[in-house]
């Protein structure tokens, strides 16, 4: 059964950066050929994918966000680690991590989701 866990700060300042992180059990984030991902969720909307990193330690961002994410990993904690800079209230939203399983030549699908941790960001 592989198992994914938010952790991180509930609440944020405007202008600060964001860090969450996720831990996997039951499954190696080196483990070919899944892509490691944030996906969020503000009040009132879809989700939006915000990035991932690659079982190879690539990563790749939205290109609405990218400019302001960072993704990392640790593989002896089997933890990888999301920093948004330069928060603003409009980044509020439950934040999930989840295992992308390929499902195509360029596409890939979460198969495997954490239960979501709420942030709000708020002066």
């Known amino acids: 059964q592989v198992q994914l866990q938010e952790s991180g700060p509930g609440l944020a300042k405007p202008s600060q950066t964001l860090s969450l992180t996720c831990t996997v059990s039951g499954d190696s984030i080196t483990t070919n050929y899944y892509y490691w991902s944030w996906i969020r969720q503000p009040p009132g909307k879809g989700l939006e994918w915000i990035g991932y990193i690659s079982y190879i330690g690539r990563t790749y961002f939205s290109p609405s966000l990218g400019s302001r994410t960072s993704i990392s990993r640790d593989t002896s904690k089997n933890q990888f680690t999301l920093q948004l800079s330069s928060v603003t209230p409009e980044d509020s939203a439950v934040y999930y991590c989840?295992?992308?399983?390929?499902?195509?030549?360029?596409?890939?699908?979460?198969?495997?989701w954490g239960q979501g941790t709420q942030v709000t960001v708020s002066s």
């Open positions: 989840a295992r992308g399983a390929p499902y195509s030549d360029y596409g890939f699908m979460p198969d495997y």
